[in-house]
């Protein structure tokens, strides 16, 4: 157990180390880096959006070097940093930007007891420098949009950067925009590991609905004939006992997430079903999956058509796999005039082929679980 010394201690030298990542980052060997990152949040610094701390926070935990290494990985190689400092440099790596609901403001301990709006997973928030969150506006009961980051070994989170503080009347206003956001970002929902384990469940029963129904996990037609296999599928996992009209408003939601797209019109249309990915709709695969097969007996033009489906990144490279395997072998004839390698192999060199394409390589988790503060209202 961490001792109120111990724990002074850890913020402390959690904020040295925060505060010489951050000279590191902002110092002459970034510079240019930086401005071009400024650059793209000028509109909303001079709106007043965010501040010049956020954007600097936002540079040192977003940036992305050539080799996908963060800025936080760079300084630790640079600096030679120890164990200990490597292992809080990665905590600060992990952090991440939610709403929260203020539980409890507590003076005398400097802490903020928070409950995260997507997860619902409750966290005690200290400050690195003493009176960091003494602020009247952190009152219970109100709301703040902060980037939290976990102190090791000290049982506390601290907050990263500058942090909005939102009144308790914005309540109704923040579920909506909760709601919005875990629809878009599921992953969010899924820090909490009984929602994950929800999802991970849901998923499943949805695909296993939908192969019996439609006998195999793919349904190609114009995407108006695909809505109701769609929303059918999506339905399938819930409880008998959900009351009619929770059910008709989902179903609504999920009839115009499809009809207020930008799908509407398109005729060529693949309905997928996984069981961690999902029920998605991917455009022009029965084309792709027409240039794979013609293998070797493609024109010019076909090849380059097929070069572009390759480097979209829209189309997932672990679906592309699963493709090209469905096609196999004239979908390796394909490849190899389109990649302009003879002989290309498929077996040999198909995983190394995908692993350089810029789409996501594996499936993830894309069915969002919302959270009792998104079921409050």
Request: hydrophobic share 40%; net charge negative; proline share 5%.
């Amino acid at each position: 157990m961490t001792t109120t010394n111990g724990l002074a201690a850890a913020l402390d030298h959690y904020g040295t180390l925060k505060s010489q990542l951050v000279q590191y980052a902002t110092g002459p060997i970034f510079q240019d880096h930086l401005t071009r990152f400024a650059q793209l949040h000028e509109d909303a610094l001079q709106q007043g959006h965010i501040d010049l701390q956020a954007v600097v926070d936002q540079f040192v935990f977003n940036f992305r070097f050539d080799n996908d290494a963060t800025m936080a990985q760079r300084f630790a190689a640079d600096q030679q940093v120890n164990q200990r400092d490597a292992v809080l440099l990665q905590a600060m790596d992990e952090g991440f930007q939610a709403f929260f609901e203020i539980l409890q403001q507590d003076h005398e301990a400097d802490a903020l007891r928070i409950k995260c709006c997507f997860s619902d997973l409750e966290y005690t928030l200290m400050p690195t420098l003493p009176g960091g969150l003494s602020d009247p506006e952190l009152a219970a009961g109100g709301f703040m949009s902060a980037r939290i980051t976990e102190v090791p070994g000290a049982g506390v989170w601290t907050p990263s950067g500058s942090l909005s503080v939102l009144p308790a009347a914005s309540g109704s206003q923040l579920v909506e925009l909760v709601r919005q956001q875990s629809m878009q970002h599921p992953e969010f929902s899924h820090r909490n590991p009984a929602y994950r384990q929800i999802a991970l469940e849901r998923s499943q029963r949805i695909h296993e609905y939908f192969v019996a129904a439609h006998g195999g996990h793919t349904l190609y037609a114009p995407i108006l004939q695909l809505v109701d296999a769609y929303v059918d599928a999506q339905l399938a996992p819930a409880a008998d006992n959900v009351p009619s009209d929770q059910r008709e408003a989902t179903e609504k939601m999920l009839r115009a997430s499809i009809l207020d797209s930008e799908l509407i019109g398109q005729r060529d249309v693949m309905l997928h079903s996984h069981p961690l990915a999902g029920l998605s709709f991917y455009s022009q695969i029965a084309e792709l999956n027409q240039l794979l097969y013609l293998g070797a007996d493609l024109n010019p033009d076909e090849v380059e058509r097929l070069r572009s489906f390759i480097q979209d990144d829209s189309t997932p490279a672990w679906l592309l796999g699963e493709l090209v395997t469905e096609q196999l072998p004239f979908a390796e004839q394909a490849l190899s005039l389109a990649l302009d390698r003879p002989g290309f192999s498929w077996q040999a060199e198909g995983e190394l082929f995908l692993d350089s394409l810029p789409s996501e390589r594996e499936p993830s988790l894309q069915l969002a679980i919302h959270s009792e503060f998104c079921r409050s209202l």
